[in-house]
Structure formats: C-alpha cells, structure tokens
C-alpha cells in the first residue's frame, strides 16, 4: 500500500493555471477510474473537489479539473484565487480492495 | 443537511484501547459504505478502514489489521472503531467519511477527533 506520489508543492499567482500530478501503478490509478481529489484547508476537514477521474460534486467551481493518462491523474486550476491555497490529495481505489491517498501538494498563490 | 460528527478521541498509553464513534445526520445512513481515514501531525492522509452498508465486508490497512475493528450501527445511524495495542504511531486525527453507493470517494467527511498514543 505505498502512498501515491504527488509534487509536495506547487505555486501559481492569481489568475494562472495549475496542474498537480498524481502518479501511481497499473494496480491503481491505472486499473480504475476511481481517481478523486481532495482539497484541505489548515485545521479543517478535506473537502471533495474531483471524483472519478473528472467529475465536479455540485457546488464545486468549473475552475477545478481532472484527468487521467495511464497511471497518472492530474488535477487542474485554473483561474487561480487565493482561496484556492490548500493543500491538495489524490486518492484511487486500488486492487487490493483498499484506498490509497497521494502524499499531499501544498498550493501557494503567490 | 449532511453531519458527520466523531467522538471519543482522547490521550492513551501505548498498549490501551479506545474507541471511536462517528454520528451521522442529514442522510441515509444504511444506504452508504463508510470509512476511517487518519491523519497523523503534519502528515498526509491514511486509508484506515472500510465497512460496507450492511456490515457484511470490511477492510483494513496492513498498518491496522489485528488491532482496529471497524463496526456500524445501522439503526443508531453510527459508525465505529475499536482500537486495541495502540502505538505512538497511530497517534493522528481520525475522520470518519462516507461513501455513496455508486462511488469510490468519499463526498462528506466529519471534523475529526484527536488520538494521541503517548507515555
């Protein structure tokens, strides 16, 4: 169950797109659509931005996308506002029958 | 609305037992698949463990196998999980998060409630 892999961080001023990579196996992000992606403020609990590779939750702005090649997902902002200063995890369900998260990318808008 | 509120977080001795509870509100409750996901200080998140709908599959992290139970109460709308032999590294903030049943994400997550495994 290795933890799928992610940038630690990446930044952006307002107004600029972003894309935060998630790479994982054929056992994973490979072998399922089943990619989401979480955002989290500091103190606060995750919030669902992405389900099933790219799939926005009602409520959730269009500025945020997602996509899959092989065994990486990618999630995209664009429009960047400094709300959008988060961290940021994948997650994918895995062959295992288990879930495995990415390490986190911590967004800075500069 | 959707509530998902945890309890029973709390500071432990190495080797003790706690247990966790998640109270639901605002939805279905039976009709959802739940999970445990911890996040130590600091850190990233972890997948814990799953519990389907009915209660009838479950799985767990290797790092938790043998020592959690994850349990549900369907008529009590609650969600729970039972840890024994706790380590310092288990010490994390727990969230409980549910699953609908067409998905493998978890759309509602609660606040989260603080396990410290510490002498």
């Known amino acids: 169950q290795s933890a799928l892999t992610q940038p630690a961080s990446v930044s952006g001023s307002p107004g600029q797109s972003i894309t935060i990579s998630c790479t994982g196996t054929?056992?994973?992000?490979?072998?399922?659509?089943?990619v989401s992606w979480y955002q989290q403020h500091p103190g606060k609990a995750p919030k669902l931005m992405i389900y099933?590779?790219?799939n926005r939750p009602s409520g959730v702005s269009n500025r945020f996308s997602g996509s899959k090649s092989g065994n990486t997902a990618s999630l995209t902002i664009s429009g960047l506002q400094a709300e959008d200063e988060a961290d940021y995890y994948c997650s994918s369900y895995t062959s295992s029958s288990t879930w495995v998260f990415g390490g986190g990318t911590k967004l800075t808008v500069l | 609305q959707v509530q998902l509120v945890e309890s029973g977080g709390g500071l432990v001795k190495p080797g003790g037992s706690l247990r966790l509870s998640c109270a639901a509100s605002g939805f279905t409750f039976s009709d959802y698949y739940m999970s445990w996901i911890r996040q130590a200080p600091g850190k990233g998140l972890e997948w814990v463990s799953y519990i389907s709908s009915s209660g009838s599959t479950i799985y767990y992290a290797d790092s938790v196998k043998g020592r959690f139970t994850i349990s549900r109460d369907n008529a009590k709308n609650s969600l729970y999980l039972q840890m024994n032999s706790l380590r310092a590294e288990d010490t994390a903030v727990y969230y409980c998060?549910?699953?609908?049943?067409?998905?493998?994400?978890?759309?509602?997550w609660g606040q989260g409630t603080l396990v410290t495994v510490s002498s």
């Open positions: 998060a549910s699953e609908p049943p067409s998905g493998y994400y978890y759309d509602y």
């Open positions: 054929s056992s994973d992000v490979g072998g399922y659509n089943y």
């Open positions: 099933e590779v790219s």
